[in-house]
């Protein structure tokens, strides 16, 4: 069976949404027993006619004040088709839970109230069905009854709906001349307008079409989570579009690891080696590649930008109005990037089409935002000649904007000076390789004091080397940083960046940082480029307990430090090491050795 | 190549938001009712999770449950190795008396599910409900924000759109999460006879009744029925003028008593 026709009916408040839906429910035979007498009861309770939209309006405060407040949605099945009707508030304030209804629709049905005409949410309404992109948009001019359903009226109001939808790049697909509480033209032909000869509204929506389902699009997965089972590590998501096969070479954007598709993974279903748009499924791979939430799975030869710069076209929410220089998170399914907006383009009442100054951004405008990412986020843009990534942007938890992205600029906005003196030049004069040695483990593991025993090593034989570890960096380069999640990261990136510049200049950069995430030692993986090295500096938790060299456990078990790495806060062990040095069985002396003989290898020309 | 089916993708998206829940909310536990709804969301976490059920399973006890639906309880319990913690409601006597009488074992449950949150901390709660079963529920958010005392502010609802979700939420606020909300009756029905997912045999027809829906013994009646295949529920349902709920009681004893049930903190 296919899924329901998801129809969202839009328009301004109070002309006749709700109605037209409990009636065209009535009129299809789709409500239950009982439903149209408890609706009598109701009405007569309030002193009001028999209200049809008490259907759909089954919060007491909707009834009390006639308006919708929250989208619902319904079903009916009409000729063995099935509906799914979604009801929105046609309110000025409750754009953001009609935005929620009708985000989702195949269709919509316009509707316009035939006295009050075109009015201010009839034209945002129609704004944010184009924005949404859906193409499909049906017109009921509403209140028939109330003006002697004049066909002159009807006329005038139609042309006026079609220019309108036009204007939003919208072609109507039928405009009908309808009264709501009476049930004209909705199922059967009215004989109050024999001078309309066009379908009735079930009619129209029974030549409607589901929407499409971007199976032929390019591969796109938004990864979700990573579980293990075993040895094997299942990226799982939802596939926006494209197809995937078993053997695909594929590529996860933006740290850009490549391998082919192992498997595709459904639970008590039969194998199959293939998945496509639309389908929740999980992922394994030939390699061991570094994955995480957020990133985006797509073929090697069709993968999406990953995001540095880029322009949105967005529905602003909030009172507040944006202002150039501030921080938002941009949302796209799992991916999130911190984003500054950086210049806002094209700000438009959305209902009047007036531009609006760029520094009095209204709620509810259309406005083109620049934001650039502070972390890379995949995307695809409209101007680029893709289906355009949907985002949501949000000042703290609140979201207040939802958009399509534009155009995107990958390329950081800075212009490198090509050095004259090359990496393999320095790195002849100081006769070694330039590298990147990443220690990881637990505090009390040995990190710092294995960094510096090597560091001594290095230099006494002449080597070209230095080490980052947190005292260096924390006091200067790192002091605007705190201990939260997100500053942690940042702590770990930037210190990635500066050990990358020293091996570039041919140094040997020793990092002693805890760095417990998967996802930051991919960060510095990839800045680092080839020369990066993970050493994993092993120790149990005991061990490192006892050893307690800063008395920091003692003061994370008292709760004196919060999410302290090993005690409220996880670790993740590495997977992808290229050495493993374990201080809980070798002494100093070894563990240097080891290490030593290691970077030499590495580091030799 | 065809489209998805109408259940693939009503399932593709149940395991989508099952796996954000996941994810982003922790702590996180499920209410199963043992009903055909809840047992739904079961199946489709094992098939989100290839084959296990990673959070506690919470049953708000009345003792006042039909004997088979205990039975099935234990049985589904064991043979998917659940999690199960079944707690105790709070005795009628301590709920709001000026509430009609079937409503009140909703409101014991409302209690027992706040003491839950008090007690073990959950950050967000997976509950089994559909729009098209009630026009309160039908208003919903997939991630809906609630205070402590389970309060739902129907007039500020946060957006959700394009699959964003909300999942940060301050202290003493918990997240009601409800993967089922655009399936309808008919949808699970077909999707249990699809995936062969067991379900209690109250809901087939003996001697001429069934039940259509489970809630307590004392304020949930079955109906007329000869529908004992799930086929025959299948094609009953698609002729009945009847509501789901017109065997629960609590739903009609007023205009207003499930949305004040609703507000207050039921599910």
Redesign the interface.
Known sequence: ????LRIVFAGHVDHGKSTMIGRLLHET?S?????AAELEA?SR?RGVPLEWSF??D????ERDQAIT???????FRWNDRRYAIIDAPGHRELV??M??GA??ADAAVLVVDAVEGISEQTRRHARLIGLLGIEQVVVAVNKLDAVGFDREIFAGLESEARALLESAGIAVAKAIPVSARDGDNLVAASPRTPWYAGSTLIGALEALE?KG?D?DGPLRMRV??V?R?GDAR?A???IDSG?VKVGDAIVATPLGSAACVRSI????LPASGTA?????I?LTFDLPIFID?GDVIGHTDDAPISASRFRAVCFW?DARPPVVGESFRV?C??SVARVTLRAIHDAVDSSSLAPLSADAVEQYATVSLELETRTPIPLDGRAHGMRPS?I?VLRG???VA?GVVDTIDSSVTLFATAHLVTRPERETRNGHRGAVIWLTGLSGSGKSTLAMALERRLFDTGSTVFVLDGDNVRGGLNRDLDFSPVDRAENIRRVAEVAALLAESGAIAITAFISPMASDRAIARQAAGAGFHLIHILADLATCEARDPKGLYKRARSGEIESFTGISAPYEGPTDADLVVDTSHAGIDVSTEQLLAYVIGVTRL | MTRLNDLDELEAETVYILREAKRCVDPLSMLWSIGKDSTAILWLARKAFFGVVPFPVVQLDTEMELPEVYEFRDRIAAEWDLDLRVRMCPPESSVDQSLPPASRAAARKTEGLKRLLEEDGYRGVIVGIRRDEQATRAKERIFSPRSSEGDWDVRRQPAEFWGHYTTEVPDGVHLRIHPLLHWTEVDIWRYHERENIPFCSLYLARDGKRYRSLGEKNITVPIVSDAATLPEIIAELEATREPERAGRLMDSEQEDSFERLRTSGYM
Do not use: F, H
Not at chain 1, 1 to 4: C, D, G, Q
Not at chain 1, 276 to 280: D, K, P
């Open positions: 069976m296919v899924r329901p035979g409500l239950p027993d009982g439903k109701i309770k259907v759909l089954a919060l007491q405060a407040i929250d989208t619902t949605r319904v079903w953001k839970n935005l929620g985000a989702e589901s389902d199976t979700q989570d579980y089972s299942i799982v998501g939802r197809t993974e459904r639970w008590n496509r748009a639309g389908e929740s999980g939430r929410l949302q399914g799992p949907r949501v938890s609140e979201v939802g």
